[in-house]
Every structure is written in C-alpha cells, then in structure tokens.
C-alpha cells in the first residue's frame, strides 16, 4: 500500500481532549506520546472557487467549526501555494493549501502481536484490539503501519505492509505482504471477490472468504442454534454532526450505496448476548457492525450504530466497547488448493467446538 494511498486516511482529522490524569500503560504497549504533528494538504477546486479560506476548510472538515478554523489561520498553521497566509481570503481554483496540524498526543496502544505466518513476503499477524492498522482518526504514529515501517526498516526482504484494514478495536487475522507484486494480487483478489457482493446469491465459491467471531445483542434475531441468516443491507455514506458524514446503512433505492453481503450463523445462546460467526466475501466499511445492527442485533457494546443500522450522533467510528474477532481468511490460488490463515478467537469469543474444529 503505497504511501499515496495512506495520506487518503487522513480526510478528518479531529482534536483529541488529553486525559489529565494518564491511565498505567499495560506492559508491551506504546504509551501515550507527542507525535510530529501532519500536514493536510488540498487544492482548490471548482467547487472551492470564490470560499474564503475559513469556509473552504470548514466545509471539508466539518468536525472543526469555523472559529476554530479561524483561530489556525490566525497561527499560522495554513499556508497556500508554500507561503503562510493570515487574511481569510477569498481563493481561487488551483490554489495549494497546506495546513500543518501540530503535534498532538496520541493514545497509547497495543505495542506487539502474534505472527500465524510469515515466509519472506507475505505476513499473516494476529492484530490485537485497540491497535489502529492506518493513521487516522487521530492516530498517525501509533498504528501497525508504523509499527511494521520501524521494525522491519532493516529487513532484507522489504517492509511488509497491511493490503487490507480491520478496525481498530476489531481483532484477529490481518495480511500483509512485502513484495508489490503480491500485496497487488492480495489487493485485486479482495476488490473481485468485494465487487461481486451485489450480484452473487450467496458465498462465492471461487472468491475470498473471511470469516469472523463476535457477540451480538441476546435473542434478537430468532435464530436456531446452528440457523444462518443471509444479511444484505447495502451501505452508504449517511449525515453525521462531527464528521459530516459517516458509513451506516443505507436504502436500496440509494444508486451511490454500496452492495454487500454477509452470512450470519447462530453458535451459542448466552444469558447476556449471542456468540455468532459472521462469513463476509465483500469487505465493505464496518460491514459486520452495520449488517447486525441493521437486522436488529447490534454487536454488544457497540457505542455507534444502533437498531436499524443508523449511527449514534456522538460516537466515532474508532469509539471501542464491542467485541469483533477476524478468525479466518481463505485465499483462491489459480495453481493449486486454496490458502487458509486463521487464528484462534480471543477470550470471551470461544465456542465450545473450537478444539475439535481447529484439529490439525
């Protein structure tokens, strides 16, 4: 994933409030630290034309409002065309735009995580939660991208970079690959088998198959122990008060939402919520926590999205509290047997059959 890609993540940036009090680092995590600050680069377009600066970015970045916006220019903080500018002017199309966000803290994290496999190029890693895999949503330094850039810096065969994302506080498998030509293959196997969600009746035999753990609301969905319920829901880009906008669900009548497909099966009935295993072959944004709710089961402890898949005016797409565990992908290969990676649920997520399912 090259490093284009990664400044995309970086579309909304927000300030943190620092906790006064910081809580005990856990042993083998990063503790809260300063990063360099970043700098939010934009040009002027059509659209942009004729907007004082103020305005220009407090449409973009609706998270900040404007005396916010105002307060930054008047520090210096937004430069155009290289040069720092303090008059909230009106700009025209073409215009270079640069805002250097300060340095601001960032939370402490998860510092380490298990390999399940690694042969020179591709990397199969148990992601723990609470470890962003890209920088955003406040975290720049503190994400698994830059944990693999450090270490593996010296590494002979390359620095193995993530080809696809899981949430942050969402564990479990994750790959990444070294060479460009395999995280190319692993990227293009994940947009066909994604592509064909809307058109498919059920999992693709031929494509990937990622296939997750998690608990949802108790008995709100009727199923049978071992009944799998087909989720369909597309989802789309929805208003939202901090962001401006945010991935919920979305109606079938929308022609810019997004076709997906997931395969629900009931594992365990427990007195405080219901163990699930989700099967995905389409990979669209927060599928799995938008596809329960929307059905009527939000994952227990989700603090986003409610009933009926919408989300929650006050909380943030990287807000924890649920408990959502990658535990298998499975890979098509033209040339041979299908690759299998898994790793085994954390605590609170295991079923009862697991030994016997994961026999060797």
């Known amino acids: 994933m090259d490093q284009g890609k990664i400044k995309t993540f970086h579309q909304y940036p927000r300030d943190y409030p620092m906790s006064p009090t910081p809580l005990p680092t856990p042993p083998g995590?990063?503790?809260?630290?300063?990063?360099?600050?970043?700098?939010?680069?934009?040009?002027?377009?059509?659209?942009?034309?004729?907007?004082?600066?103020?305005?220009?970015?407090?449409?973009r970045y609706p998270h900040s409002g404007h005396q916010t916006w105002q307060r930054r220019l008047a520090d210096g903080e937004i430069r155009r065309q290289d040069l720092p500018i303090q008059a909230d002017a009106p700009l025209a199309r073409g215009d270079r735009l640069a805002w250097q966000r300060p340095p601001w803290q960032e939370a402490a994290v998860p510092g380490s995580w298990q390999t399940i496999f690694d042969d020179g190029d591709l990397l199969a890693l148990d992601k723990p939660s609470g470890l962003p895999v890209m920088p955003a949503g406040?975290?720049?330094?503190?994400?698994?991208?830059?944990?693999?850039?450090?270490?593996?810096?010296s590494d002979p065969a390359g620095i193995p970079r993530p080809v696809h994302r899981l949430g942050r506080f969402t564990s479990g498998l994750l790959l990444c690959a070294r060479h460009p030509a395999s995280r190319a293959w692993l990227s293009a196997l994940l947009r066909e088998s994604t592509a064909g969600a809307g058109s498919v009746p059920g999992d693709q035999p031929h494509g990937c198959r990622k296939l997750y753990r998690a608990l949802i609301s108790p008995a709100a969905l009727g199923l049978r122990i071992g009944e799998t319920l087909t989720l369909t829901t597309p989802i789309a880009r929805q208003p939202h008060p901090r962001l401006g906008s945010i991935w919920a669900a979305g109606s079938p009548d929308d022609p810019a939402a997004l076709a997906a497909r997931s395969h629900l099966t009931l594992l365990e009935q427990r007195r405080d919520a219901d163990l699930v295993e989700v099967a995905i072959s389409s990979g669209r944004p927060h599928q799995i926590r938008i596809h329960c709710a929307a059905a009527g089961a939000p994952l227990l402890g989700d603090p986003l999205y409610r009933p009926g898949g919408d989300a929650l005016p006050d909380a943030l797409p990287g807000d924890g509290g649920y408990r959502l565990h990658a535990l298998c992908v499975q890979l098509p290969r033209p040339d041979g047997p299908s690759l299998i990676w898994a790793t085994p649920a954390t605590p609170g997520l295991w079923w009862a059959h697991d030994a016997e399912r994961w026999e060797p």
């Open 29 to 59: 995590w990063q503790p809260a630290a300063l990063n360099r600050g970043w700098t939010y680069r934009n040009r002027v377009d059509n659209a942009g034309e004729g907007q004082r600066v103020c305005d220009f970015y407090a449409e």
């Open 138 to 153: 406040g975290f720049l330094e503190h994400t698994l991208l830059r944990l693999l850039e450090r270490r593996h810096a």
